[in-house]
């Protein structure tokens, strides 16, 4: 029978209940997920799985995105792409130990036991607005902060560069809050091709994991578990100017 291909940018898929332990799919099962018509000709590569309801949910991966997640219906004949929900509103997900990239953030700030991993744009205005507002979170929590620059931002690049160019944690987290309350400094910044080069490749490997991670807009913040967090809910006890 011919499988059928759900195509959804966004589709909320609505459970029961979350499941209190994740009851991970069997590799025969995750072989035969493979060998469906429609995922093998779309060249998805399924990565791991798991029991959802009705449903497995399935990580996957494909030229044009490191991280997808699909759901697959268990008589293998409806493959559904998009993001789905349990009833009580969370993202189902797979989980990723963010520790392991603790050492590739580009600057951490914040002296708090809870450790975040943000994704930023320091041309973004909601990240702005997320700088602006941080004064309140720091003593509570750990940030690890990774550049995200989107293309469609026209001084994103140059930003970046710039805070870059800055040495240490406490140079660089000033230089993103300074360009969020409207310095223009890093316009005059000049660098050697060396300088240049080597800049540019921090900046690739930082947007390289974003991508991994399947970070689609900023700021995205990670919990140390991998679990996407809304940045207003970090700013409870810092409010939102």
Not at 159 to 188: F, N, P, V
Request: net charge positive.
């Amino acid at each position: 029978m011919k499988k059928i291909l759900v195509s959804i940018t966004m589709i909320g898929l609505m459970f029961g209940s979350a499941m209190a332990k994740e009851v991970l799919l069997k590799q025969d099962i995750l072989n035969k997920i493979q060998n469906i018509n429609i995922i093998k000709k779309a060249g998805f590569k399924i990565i791991k799985g798991k029991i959802v309801g009705d449903l497995y949910a399935v990580k996957a991966t494909n030229p044009r995105s490191p991280n997808l997640t699909l759901f697959v219906t268990k008589n293998l004949k409806t493959v559904i792409i998009g993001a789905g929900f349990n009833a009580k509103g969370e993202r189902i997900e797979f989980l990723t130990n963010m520790n392991k990239y603790k050492n590739k953030a580009l600057w951490t700030v914040g002296n708090g036991k809870k450790d975040y991993y943000v994704f930023t744009d320091p041309e973004c205005p909601f990240c702005q607005k997320f700088e602006k507002n941080l004064k309140n979170l720091k003593p509570n929590a750990k940030l690890h902060v990774f550049l995200f620059p989107l293309s469609f931002h026209r001084h994103a690049i140059s930003m970046s560069k710039y805070i870059l160019s800055l040495k240490g944690s406490a140079a660089r987290a000033k230089a993103i809050e300074d360009i969020a309350k409207g310095d223009t400094t890093y316009q005059k910044a000049k660098y050697t091709d060396e300088e240049s080069i080597k800049l540019k490749k921090m900046i690739d490997d930082s947007v390289n994991l974003a991508r991994k991670l399947n970070v689609n807009g900023t700021p995205t913040v990670f919990d140390k578990n991998g679990k996407n967090i809304g940045w207003p809910t970090l700013l409870t006890k810092a409010p939102v100017r």
